[in-house]
Structures are given as C-alpha cells and as structure tokens.
Nanobody, 113 residues
Framework: QVQPVESGGGLVQPGGSLRLSCAASGRLFSIDAVGWYRQAPGKEREWVAIITRDGGTTNYAGAVKGRFTISRDNAKMMVYLQMNSLKPEDTAVYYC??????WGQGTQVTVSS
C-alpha cells in the first residue's frame, strides 16, 4: 500500500476510551520514528504523539500527555494509539504518520456527551 490505513475511531462519551490502529507499509517504517496527528474541522493538523524505531522512546503533545499511549509492532507494520479519558477537545480525524509515504484517510474520533 502507498498510504497508511487507520481504523478504530468512533463515537465515545467523555471519559471513554478508544484504541486506534494504523496498518502501514514503506521502506522507512521499521527504521524511523512514526507517530499520530489529528485534525479538527477548520483547524490545522496537529502533532499528537511519536514513537522511535524500536519503541524505546515516546513523546506526546501536552494536551494528550498522560491519557494517550502510542505503541508499534514493526513485524506487523502496525502503529497504535490507546486513548483514555477522552475529552470533547479530542474530537478530530486522526492520522498516522509514516515517513516516506502519504497521509492516509484517517479515522474519525468523536467525543460527545
């Protein structure tokens, strides 16, 4: 495939959880960092999380720190985002970032009471 395929989004109540998955391919997947971005309507795409090649280091945007966890499985060429304690402000289309390939279609996350 030439772009990531994100899945796992949906409608969730505030305080709920979702686990996003990204199936990816590309020469750089296993030798570079990958991450997650999100984009709310009318806003720029913003960085959410990143994880190093071997998964040893992760970093998060301040807005999600302590609530989201990024992970990866290089053998399966997958990246995940576990989202807990979701807030309405987390509502956005979530995209995984894989160096060297295009953005995927994303997966919609809607947090609403």
């Amino acid at each position: 495939q030439v772009q990531p395929v994100e899945s796992g989004g949906g409608l969730v109540q505030p305080g709920g959880s979702l686990r996003l998955s990204c199936a990816a391919s590309g020469r750089l997947f296993s030798i570079d960092a990958v991450g997650w971005y999100r984009q709310a309507p009318g806003k720029e795409r913003e960085w959410v999380a990143i994880i190093t090649r071997d998964g040893g280091t992760t970093n998060y945007a301040g807005a999600v720190k302590g609530r989201f966890t990024i992970s990866r499985d290089n053998a399966k060429m997958m990246v995940y985002l576990q989202m807990n304690s979701l807030k309405p402000e987390d509502t956005a289309v979530y995209y995984c970032y894989v160096p060297g390939i295009n953005w995927g279609q994303g997966t919609q996350v809607t947090v609403s009471s």
